[in-house]
């Protein structure tokens, strides 16, 4: 939909669902407070959604632009059913830029809402299109600053909070478990105290009531979740060392038959082959699923060179790398294989792409 500040904007196909909903639903109050009849009612109830979702829009922008201020790169912004979310590519290094990232959107969603409750009591005429708007603006956009204010994740105010933890242990993993869990207990909470209340009172909360928490709980119960996990493998990260990972390889000339540098891998125990020049120099890396796929009957006929993938430099790794910078390595030219080296040049062996994967299974 556009760059503002240079950071992409996109819009989910589920943000027309929504704003259907927030219309039909917005419609009878405009048409109580107003005296005006439809269509005019639904093309005001739209303009409200449309103004919302420009709240949310600005919402994430203070994010992305105070994680610019720390050198963090910014993906994008998509807007879509249950508000937005910012794509931030890198997790800002210490627990005070984190909870300032964070804090930037609530505040600016709570400032808007001052700025408009200044606006609707001082300056706006109640009973016309402009006051109805500006009064729903804020109120909407107190509740978005509250809501994301409460302290689990995936909440901005979860973030918060990991950054607290983070501070007092000087470990984000615990910062992250900790809000983690306690945005699975707000997610339960969001479902059990309405139905408490309405037990307690005797009084529906009406079904569309129950939905809407049942789907953010939902939606937080699920980024909890998956902060979890993340946790979990980010835990592990420091442990994935290359040269543990890496499997010998054999040096093979373009020309062997496929066949032919199996046997030799199989006698020898290697588990990847480096094509090789007739100076012994590596030149391309053989492609484990080219190889597996190529059927038995045919591997005889077919050379390992026509598998191979020739050697770029960013395909040749040192075999000391491991943890982030072995990720990152990975992560700039994706492979399914890469020539490990040592320091003065010579062939260690190559690191698979699934042995990477595998080591994070389970988590």
Known sequence: MGSPFGIPVYV??????????????????????LDMTPPGTYVVAFVFAVLLYVSVLLHELAHCV???MYGL??????????????????????????????????????GLALIGFVADIWFIPDNTVVG?????????????????????LPLDGGRMLRAGIWKLTRDPGSGTIAAAWVGRGLAV??????????????????????????????FIWLGATQSLRTARVRARIPHIQARTLARRA??????????????????????AFVVVDHE????????ETAVNLTPEQ?????????????????LVLSADLGGENLLEAMQHTPAGEYLLVERGGEIFGVLSTSDVNHAFKGV
């Open 12 to 33: 989910s196909p589920t943000w027309f669902l929504v704003a259907a909903f927030i219309t039909f639903g917005f419609e009878p109050l405009v048409r109580g407070q």
């Open 66 to 68: 105070v994680a610019r």
């Open 73 to 110: 790169p910014v993906r994008r912004v998509t807007l879509y059913m249950l508000g937005g979310v910012s794509e931030i590519e890198r997790e800002p290094e210490t627990p005070g830029r984190e909870f300032l990232v964070a804090f930037a959107g609530p505040a600016l969603s709570l």
């Open 132 to 152: 109805v708007l500006t009064f729903q603006l804020w109120a909407a956009n107190l509740v978005v600053g509250v809501f994301n204010m409460l302290p689990g």
């Open 189 to 218: 909470l969001l479902v059990a105290l309405p139905v408490l209340m309405s037990l307690m009172t005797g009084q529906s909360l009406g079904w569309v009531f129950m939905v809407w928490a049942v789907i953010l709980a939902s």
């Open 250 to 271: 054999i040096p093979v000339t373009a020309d062997v038959p496929l066949s032919e540098a199996i046997r030799r891998a199989v006698e020898s125990g290697a588990g």
């Open 280 to 287: 012994g120099r590596p030149i391309a890396i053989v492609n």
């Open 298 to 314: 045919r591997r005889p006929w077919v050379t390992v060179g026509s598998l191979a993938r020739t050697l770029e430099p960013e």
